[in-house]
C-alpha cells in the first residue's frame, strides 16, 4: 500500500492550490480517503475526507467553503482543491487510507481510524 501527496508550494493569503493524493498496491476505489494537516507544533488535524463511492464528503469548519474534496478512481487519485488560503493553512499535508467502513460522526478526522499514511507535501501560505 503506497500514498503519496503532492502539489505543495508556497502560495499567498488568497491563493489557490490543488493536491493530488495517489495510491497504488490496493484497490483505491473500495477504501475512502482523508486528508490531514500538521502545522509546527501542532498536532494532526482531519481537513476532508470522501468515500469511497464519492457518497460521504466531509470538512473541518476550518476549510469548509474554501476546500473541496473529489477523486478519480479510473487514475487511483484524490484531490484537495484549496482556494481563498490562509497563513493558517500552512502545514504539510497527508492523506491517508481509512482503514473501516463508512465513517460515523467525527470518526473521518481521528488519525488512528486510518490504516495507511503517504508522505506529505508541504504546503506555506505567505506574502
Known amino acids: 500500500v503506497q500514498l503519496q501527496a503532492s502539489g505543495g508550494g508556497l502560495v499567498q493569503p488568497g491563493g489557490s492550490l490543488r493536491l493530488s493524493c495517489s495510491a497504488s498496491g490496493f484497490n483505491f476505489d473500495h477504501y475512502g480517503i482523508g486528508w490531514f494537516r500538521q502545522a509546527p507544533g501542532k498536532g494532526r488535524e482531519g481537513v476532508s475526507y470522501i468515500s469511497s463511492s464519492r457518497g460521504r464528503i466531509f470538512y473541518s469548519a476550518s476549510v469548509k467553503g474554501r476546500f473541496t474534496v473529489s477523486r478519480e478512481n479510473a487514475k487511483d487519485t484524490v484531490y484537495l482543491q484549496m482556494n481563498n488560503l490562509k497563513p493558517e493553512d500552512t502545514a504539510t499535508y497527508y492523506c491517508?487510507?481509512?482503514?473501516?467502513?463508512?465513517?460515523?460522526?467525527?470518526?473521518?478526522?481521528?488519525?488512528?481510524?486510518?490504516?495507511?499514511w503517504g508522505r506529505g507535501t508541504l504546503v506555506t501560505v505567505s506574502s
Open positions: 491517508a487510507r481509512y482503514g473501516g467502513s463508512n465513517p460515523i460522526a467525527g470518526q473521518w478526522a481521528t488519525p488512528s481510524q486510518y490504516d495507511s
